[in-house]
Nanobody
């Protein structure tokens, strides 16, 4: 599967932004998809994931009250709705997936990375 993230840009603190992750290739419905981010001089961190099949959701504690992940299988797209953005949310955001039939919520175990999209939150 190939993944392409989009929707980044410059936003003000307190605003919302929706990122999209478009997948190409076969059997999108069989892939769990996750969002990660990497801020300046920080390690890449897990944010949220949506499982294939059941669409069970997973969130990191740092964003679970502000971010929402959801998928539209008909469009082969996974979204990350980000609300109440803060300057510390400034980062490059990546969508990613493990091999088919698995769900991963950590950097280790991801097999497919999309090109990131930069989100800059101004104070």
């Amino acid at each position: 599967v190939q993944l392409q993230a989009s929707g980044g840009g410059l936003v003000q603190a307190g605003a919302s932004r929706r990122l999209s992750c478009l997948a190409s290739g076969r059997a999108f419905n069989s892939y769990s998809v996750a969002w990660f981010r990497q801020g300046p001089e920080k390690e890449r961190e897990f944010l949220a994931a949506v499982r294939y099949g059941t669409s069970r959701l997973y969130y990191s504690d740092s964003v679970k009250d502000r971010f929402i992940i959801f998928r539209d299988n008909a469009k082969s797209t996974v979204y990350l709705q980000m609300n109440s953005l803060k300057p510390e949310d400034t980062a490059v955001y990546y969508c990613a997936a493990p091999v088919r039939g698995q769900t991963v919520i950590a950097v280790n175990g991801i097999d497919y990375w999309g090109k990131g999209t930069l989100v800059t939150v101004s104070s």
